[in-house]
Structure formats: structure tokens, C-alpha cells
T-cell receptor, first 113, second 116 residues
């Protein structure tokens, strides 16, 4: 069974600090995704990582993928309050003739002013 | 990309009744997904709905409880049948569509269901 785990589950950090969220998955996957979800809202796509060594950056967020280690990271640089949200990673999987996406447990980030 | 709408956005229902949630996409897509997200939790895939074939349900979800229709490439419905308070959740529709560089998922705004 494909599992996707994130850590930490909860993260409270001061503005201006750096931190990394980790996403581990249990089987091979071609693509890895990062999403943001604000309270009461739907999911917003942040990054799509397509290959080993892929690195994507948008503003204060940078995502990377190591397919050999089955690990992706989401690095936050100089956090600001607006980054407070829940972040999910997800991988896609094709097994038993079914194609689907599996989501991680989520990391609830709170940036304190 | 894809723009997705869902109806209703929220509803309060009595136990034992059924609710049908509609998902409309602004472009033709092959793959549509239905998820459930309970408060403070991650997304759990209910089923994958491809046009022209029966929906594929994940472990723990059955067609009698969550019947799905997919009549064309832009529309799907999920019915939550014989509801109980445990069905209170947010139900999300998503599609796979071409993004800037790759296929990716796009999500509808969700339907917040409360069963009393």
C-alpha cells in the first residue's frame, strides 16, 4: 500500500525564520506535488516535481525531489505570516490498473508575527 | 488548467437522507476524483470516475453508499446515501488536467456536509 508521510504535522515558527517540511513516500512515483490549503478553502497547487533532483522555487518556498530516497522537501525561507496554511504533498500511483493520487498527512504551519 | 465548480457549497442534512453533489468542469477531462476531508485531516480518495466506465472505489468505500455518475467529460455527481453523522465532512471533486508543464490535479471549492 502506498503511503505518504509528512513531518512535522504541526509547525509554529517565528517570522523571519527558515524551516523545512519533509515528505516521504513508500513506493516509486513519477511525480510529486505540493499543495497549500487555507482554512475553509480548497487546495491550491504550488509545485509539480517531475524528476530526480528537480528543484522549484516560488517566492519564499522551494521544493525539491530525491526519487532515490523517496523524499521531497518544502523549504521556507524567512517566513512571513501570509504563509500560515496547511501544506500537503501528494504522489501519483498506477497500480492494479488504477491511477490515483495519494496525499500526505499534511503539515499545519503557523507563522507568528 | 481547469476551473471546477461544485454544488451545493454546503448543506445540513438529516440522518437517513441522501445528498447528491455536483461537479462541473470548464473543459473536457478524462479523470475525475472524489475525496473526503474531515476537519483537520488529510484528503482520503473515495473513488476515481472516468467517463465511459464504472467508478473505481477505494478500500472502505462502496458504490451503494457513494454512487457516482460520470455522464460526460465535464460533469460528475457523487451521492452520499443513507447519511449518518459520521458522513459529516468536506467532499472535494478534482480533475487531472494539463498545467503549465505537466498534468496535475485541480480542485473544486468543496462541499461542506453536516449530518444531524
Amino acid at each position: 500500500e502506498l503511503k505518504v508521510e509528512q513531518n512535522p504535522l504541526f509547525l509554529s515558527m517565528q517570522e523571519g525564520k527558515n524551516y523545512t517540511i519533509y515528505c516521504n513516500y513508500s513506493t516509486t512515483s513519477d511525480r510529486l506535488y505540493w499543495y497549500r490549503q487555507d482554512p475553509g478553502k480548497s487546495l491550491e497547487s504550488l509545485f509539480v516535481l517531475l524528476s530526480n533532483g528537480a528543484v522549484k522555487q516560488e517566492g519564499r518556498l522551494m521544493a525539491s525531489l530525491d526519487t532515490k530516497a523517496r523524499l521531497s522537501t518544502l523549504h521556507i525561507t524567512a517566513a512571513v505570516h501570509d504563509l500560515s496554511a496547511t501544506y500537503f504533498c501528494a504522489v501519483d500511483s498506477y497500480t492494479s490498473g488504477t491511477y490515483k493520487y495519494i496525499f500526505g498527512t499534511g503539515t499545519r504551519l503557523k507563522v507568528l508575527a | 488548467s481547469a476551473v471546477i465548480s461544485q454544488k451545493p457549497s454546503r448543506d445540513i442534512c438529516q440522518r437517513g437522507t441522501s445528498l447528491t453533489i455536483q461537479c462541473q468542469v470548464d473543459s473536457q477531462v478524462t479523470m475525475m476524483f472524489w475525496y473526503r476531508q474531515q476537519p483537520g485531516q488529510s484528503l482520503t480518495l473515495i473513488a476515481t470516475a472516468n467517463q465511459g466506465s464504472e467508478a473505481t472505489y477505494e478500500s472502505g468505500f462502496v458504490i451503494d453508499k457513494f454512487p457516482i455518475s460520470r455522464p460526460n467529460l465535464t460533469f460528475s455527481t457523487l451521492t452520499v446515501s443513507n447519511m449518518s453523522p459520521e458522513d459529516s465532512s468536506i467532499y472535494l471533486c478534482s480533475v487531472e488536467s494539463k498545467g503549465r508543464i505537466s498534468y496535475e490535479q485541480y480542485f473544486g471549492p468543496g462541499t461542506r456536509l453536516t449530518v444531524t
